[in-house]
């Protein structure tokens, strides 16, 4: 009960760190809201004060409290979530992306479905990827093959997401 209580000290990077996080408008809310909770919590306020005036409930206060005391920053972070583990793997990802930026033998362009016969996936499964780095094959006018080596590591960033 101890941790609940006492106040947090924390060191200038942390400071700074909550303080841009608090101030941010592109954050997630709930990231904002944990920030508020720390800060406020370092400034000596009660749980109880806390949960008052961000209209949250004491546990969610204490929770976010002696998560922080416990891991810093880091534990301000979501917990993974149980559900289904992805089932492509980052091979996969990265071979239909790389794939997609060389003509195909048959056809003018790449489509959904063709690249999802070749590679054994759904066509949707092909869509999404496709969506989410942002590639349109079936743009003619616009879409460019790209021959650099380099593609995959550019674009890792990207896929960390899918």
Do not use: C
């Not at 760190?17 to 009660?46: C, D, F």
């Not at 979530?81 to 071979?95: A, F, Q």
């Not at 003018?108 to 942002?134: D, F, G, L, P, Y």
Request: glycine content about 2%; proline content about 6%.
């Amino acid at each position: 009960m101890k941790t609940l209580l006492s106040k947090i000290v924390l060191s200038n990077e942390q400071w700074q760190e909550l303080e841009r996080r608090e101030r941010s408008r592109t954050l997630p809310q709930k990231v904002v809201l944990r920030a508020k909770i720390i800060l406020m919590a370092s400034k000596g306020k009660s749980n109880s004060v806390i949960a008052r005036t961000l209209n949250l409930s004491r546990p969610t206060v204490i929770h976010w409290r002696s998560s922080f005391i416990e891991k810093g920053l880091d534990g301000l972070k979501d917990i993974p979530k149980p559900g289904r583990s992805p089932v492509l793997s980052e091979d996969t990802i990265k071979d239909i992306v790389s794939s997609t930026m060389v003509k195909p033998n048959n056809a003018t362009h790449w489509s959904t479905r063709m690249m999802a016969k070749e590679k054994s996936v759904s066509h949707m499964t092909v869509q999404r990827i496709w969506k989410k780095v942002h590639l349109q094959p079936h743009r003619t006018k616009t879409f460019k093959y790209i021959n650099d080596p380099k593609l995959i590591p550019k674009l890792s960033t990207l896929l960390d997401y899918i």
